[in-house]
């Protein structure tokens, strides 16, 4: 079993950044973010492969966000600038053993329990 703790969130304004942290209880192959507005379903943002080749990103967030990740401390980061009212959510860190950076929900094994990004336009 392995548990995710992220950290990171809270309230800026738009065109300003954030940095997400979600630090794992251990190794895990691949690693992502997704993320979930008040009535919505919860989206795809952000993932990336064991050894951070491969990394897969929404459209949406394409050249504002980026994920990365140190296997030393087991933690991936969300690194997200430009940020814009609509990206306002719960953003939850996931963990999966498959390879690919998947951006389907149902491929993550483990979740973590979500921090608040709240941006004010």
């Known amino acids: 079993q392995v548990r995710l703790v992220e950290s990171g969130g809270g309230l800026v304004q738009a065109g300003g950044s954030l940095r997400l942290s979600c630090a794992a209880s251990?190794?895990?192959?691949?690693m992502g973010w997704f993320r979930q507005a008040p009535g919505k379903e919860r989206d795809f943002v952000a993932a990336i492969s064991w050894n951070g080749g491969l990394t897969n990103y929404r459209d949406s967030v394409k050249g504002r966000f980026t994920i990365s990740r140190d296997n030393a401390k087991n933690t991936v980061y969300l690194q997200m600038n430009s940020l814009k009212p609509e990206d306002t959510a719960v953003y939850y860190c996931?963990?999966?053993?498959?390879?690919?950076?998947?951006?389907?929900?149902?491929?993550?094994?483990?979740w973590g329990q979500g921090t608040q990004v709240t941006v004010s336009s």
């Open positions: 251990g190794f895990t192959f691949t």
């Open positions: 996931a963990a999966r053993w498959g390879v690919a950076p998947s951006g389907i929900h149902s491929d993550y094994d483990y």
